[in-house]
């Protein structure tokens, strides 16, 4: 195991900036808000940005530029459109490193509880 806590990590401090970045990325509720529409169905840059009146254009590509950093958002172009998806490993890599184990505890002790 890694010193990041993942099995078969070649890169541990890879593994820590790609941490840091997704952390980064989830520190700020207009990029939760973000991820919560494209969780619902994927979208265009254009859909997304109607989706949130209250903020400038500007404002929402600097919001998926820090998304698509942390690999949360994955962006394709198709035409003149740029379609986008919410791409959850990131939030599951970080579940399983911090959380996994913990959720696994509790639903052995819930399952002997029901016994």
Known sequence: MST?????SADPAGDEDADD???KALANATR???LDVLKESPRTTGDLCDHFPDLDRTTVLQHLRVLERAQLVIGRKVGRERHLTLAPV???RIHDRWIGEYARAAVSLLDELSR
């Open 32 to 34: 939760r808000r973000i």
């Open 90 to 92: 990131p939030i599951k």
């Open 4 to 8: 990041s806590g993942r099995k078969g």
């Open 21 to 23: 970045a997704v952390f």
